[in-house]
């Protein structure tokens, strides 16, 4: 059975990561025609955490799953190690009396719940008891309702998460409502779009990425570069030292450096140190995600014969409104990127563009337009999974 699998990051207060909903399917559509459903769920969470590892997928965060019903009534949880969870109530589960009882069982034996789309009944309330967590939804429910809720919700002892959090305004809103966590891809967006010059030292940076990734940019040149720079010296030898590599023997200088990573890799790392300065002052998943992009995009390029540069540059530099808080159109304006990255940065079109689109719906789990995705541009979902996988692992490895 194929695993396909998503994450979506679960912030604190100081917009450091707490954990991640892991998004999930059997297959790229949302249905089992020759499975029961919790069955085809209980075996995806078994090989989940068997063959893929937690590790792999969560970074060593807590990963908040849902179970149904039924999978809570079989102590589906159980199978999964206690620290690393989070079991998540989905809100069409009927509190009766047997799924109290199971959820108070599963308390006992250490694991910790959360309740989702959160609606307030007075049935419910020995789960809101026992539940660590209480998310409410900023989509589905309307502002006036979310502050009774969090009025009702203050004497219990749960902490409540704000999901579905897409703008810094709503991040601010549920900030002063006194919620804890906050789920959603508020960080990928501007704060403020007020169209102003960016400094001298963001352009240089942002054409040192374009320059290292020139065709006729030679290993000389960047071996200078980085033995010019102590920061990116010290972080590229700590990077390739880092447990992603698995190395026996640590390398010890730039030049070998250089010549373990080769001059494309050396490339794609220098890229992605500059980046990371431009990103100094944001939640650290936005840098995060933009290196998932920019290897998931590069790993696609490669499979299909494409420009694999272009399309890690279109990966790396897709959030750069939200790191320096001005307009697309401006930031790329300022940059010697190709006409199809530019195209598909700006305009969000052109040929380029498919390529982003598919690794954006693949970051909020949109299975069945994943799906028709992957279908125009020839990619098998196994291959996809593994291209995300990598650049998950190389992603929380460079951070």
Known sequence: MDVFIARQPIFTRKKKIFGYELLF???????????????ATSSLL??????????????????????????LLRGTPTLLPKEKIMVEVLENVTASPEIIEACLDLKKKGYELALDDFVFAEKIIPLIQIAKIIKIDFRLTPPEEIENLVSALRVYPCKLLAEKVETYEEFQK???????YFQGYFFSKPE???????????????????????????????????NQDVSISYKLL????????SRLQPLSSIRQAIAYLGERGTRLFVSLIATSHLAAHKPDELMK?????????????????KTSGELFMLGLFSLIDAMLDNSMEYLIGQLPLTDHVSEALVKRSGPLFPYLRLVELYEVGEWQEIEQA??????TGEKAIGFYLDAIRMADSYL
């Open 289 to 305: 995600t933009s290196i998932i992009r920019a290897r998931f995009l590069e790993h696609l390029g490669v499979e299909l014969k």
């Open 46 to 71: 078994s090989s989940t955490f068997l063959t893929i590892g937690i590790d792999n997928i969560s970074g060593g965060h807590t990963v908040f799953i849902n179970f149904t019903e039924d999978l």
């Open 238 to 245: 700590n990077y390739l030292n880092s447990a992603f590599f």
């Open 192 to 226: 403020i779009l007020k169209n102003k010059d960016i400094s001298s030292s963001q352009l240089t940076i942002m054409q040192l990425i374009c320059e290292v990734n020139r065709v006729e940019f030679d290993i000389n040149t960047l071996d200078r570069i980085i």
């Open 174 to 180: 549920a900030l002063s409502l006194g919620f804890f």
């Open 374 to 379: 992957l279908a125009e541009l020839t990619i």
């Open 25 to 39: 399917r059997t297959s790229m559509v949302n249905a089992f025609p020759d499975i029961d459903g919790e069955t």
